[in-house]
Structure formats: structure tokens, C-alpha cells
T-cell receptor, first 117, second 110 residues
Framework: AQKVTQAQTEISVVEKEDVTLDCVYETRDTTYYLFWYKQPPSGELVFLIRRNSFDEQNEISGRYSWNFQKSTSSFNFTITASQVVDSAVYFCALSEAKGGTGNQFYFGTGTSLTVIP | DSGVTQTPKHLITATGQRVTLRCSPRSGDLSVYWYQQSLDQGLQFLIQYYNGEERAKGNILERFSAQQFPDLHSELNLSSLELGDSALYFC?????????FGPGTRLTVL
């Protein structure tokens, strides 16, 4: 079973539309971390956000916002007023602590977002 | 610029060969992680080192090995290479639970 599921493989939106990228995770740990990363066409992986399992507050950073709901094991990402520069593949990831300083990471398959001008 | 460096950027080799990928973490980061990104497998966690010691292991093949040196740089060794090992290999470093990724090494096995 997938630890992290990103059901949306590809999404296309017109510039200035809002878009939400879904992420569903699976873990039995009580302490874990969730992440979103952006991979633009240039290929590098850019960290966007980390959220720990004890903090369910939604977070907003500029046009980006994240909705973490433990009840549905989801950590969704919304881009408001999308721009062409938002075109990229977005990965959701889960980190499970493995004792001491060890962390096991699991990535979703990514959602490719295309923003059409 | 994440502060994580990886060399080489590109590597082309033949099946059966052995290669070494190098990663220098951000200054002060004690953890180094290795990932493989391929079209069919996606992003896969391979292994984590913390201050020179192996801390967590993911889907790393027995033909692959890694180590972290006293100066905290890390090397990923890939041996008996197969066509399917062609991929982008990322290194990331962290001190807390936030990872910062290097630009990656693109390995092509012919």
C-alpha cells in the first residue's frame, strides 16, 4: 500500500485560477512529519513546507496554503491566483521517525501542475 | 541555491561498471539522505546517514552502498550497474527535519 497518495497525476488551470493539490497519507506512528516539495522543469527539488503531526493548524504563505486534517489523513495544498511560474511537479512526502535521529521518508508520485497563461 | 552540492552533474557509463556520486551537505547539517528519481519508480528514499553513522534505510539495492565521512560529505557507490539504474540521484541534508536538496546527479547507464 502506498504510504503517500497523490491521486491527481496532472492538473491544468488557467492563470489566476485557484488550484488544490491533494495528498493522503498512511501511517501508524503518532509522531510524523508531512512535507510538500516543488520540482520545476529545471529539475531541482524545492522545500515548501513541513508540518508535524501535532500541529493541525492551517498555514498560509503568500499565495500558498496548506490544510492538514488528521481525521482524514490528508495534507492538501492550495495555490491561490495561480501563475505560470507555479507550473511544476509537486510532491507530498511523509517522514516517520525511526528512533534516535533516523527518519524514513516516503514520497507520493507527484502532481504535475500546468498553469496556462 | 540550497547550499547542498553534488558532483558530478552528469555521468554516463556502461552496464557492469561502478560509479561514485558525491554530496557535500549544507554547513552545519549532520544528516545526509540519498534518493533515486526514475520515471518508473518515482522518488525513492535510499539511505540516511547522521554524523557518520547509518540511521535509516529505504529501498536501497545490495549493489549500492553509501558512507558519510568525518567532514560530513557523503558518497553513494553504485556497482554492477544495470540499465534500470539510470536515474537522477539526489542528495539532501538537514539538521532538523527539513531537508534541503542538492541539484542531483543524472546517471545514464548504456
Amino acid at each position: 500500500a502506498q504510504k503517500v497518495t497523490q491521486a491527481q497525476t496532472e492538473i491544468s488551470v488557467v492563470e489566476k485560477e485557484d488550484v488544490t493539490l491533494d495528498c493522503v497519507y498512511e501511517t501508524r506512528d503518532t509522531t510524523y512529519y508531512l512535507f510538500w516539495y516543488k520540482q520545476p522543469p529545471s529539475g531541482e527539488l524545492v522545500f515548501l513546507i513541513r508540518r508535524n503531526s501535532f500541529d493541525e493548524q492551517n498555514e498560509i504563505s503568500g499565495r500558498y496554503s496548506w490544510n492538514f486534517q488528521k481525521s482524514t489523513s490528508s495534507f492538501n495544498f492550495t495555490i491561490t491566483a495561480s501563475q505560470v511560474v507555479d507550473s511544476a511537479v509537486y510532491f507530498c512526502a511523509l517522514s516517520e521517525a525511526k528512533g534516535g535521529t533516523g527518519n524514513q521518508f516516503y514520497f507520493g508520485t507527484g502532481t504535475s501542475l500546468t498553469v496556462i497563461p | 541555491d540550497s547550499g547542498v552540492t553534488q558532483t558530478p552533474k552528469h555521468l554516463i557509463t556502461a552496464t557492469g561498471q561502478r560509479v561514485t556520486l558525491r554530496c557535500s551537505p549544507r554547513s552545519g547539517d549532520l544528516s545526509v539522505y540519498w534518493y533515486q528519481q526514475s520515471l518508473d519508480q518515482g522518488l525513492q528514499f535510499l539511505i540516511q546517514y547522521y554524523n557518520g553513522e547509518e540511521r535509516a534505510k529505504g529501498n536501497i539495492l545490495e549493489r549500492f552502498s553509501a558512507q558519510q565521512f568525518p567532514d560530513l560529505h557523503s558518497e553513494l557507490n553504485l556497482s554492477s550497474l544495470e540499465l534500470g539504474d539510470s536515474a537522477l540521484y539526489f542528495c539532501a541534508s538537514s539538521t532538523s527535519d527539513t531537508q534541503y536538496f542538492g541539484p542531483g546527479t543524472r546517471l545514464t547507464v548504456l
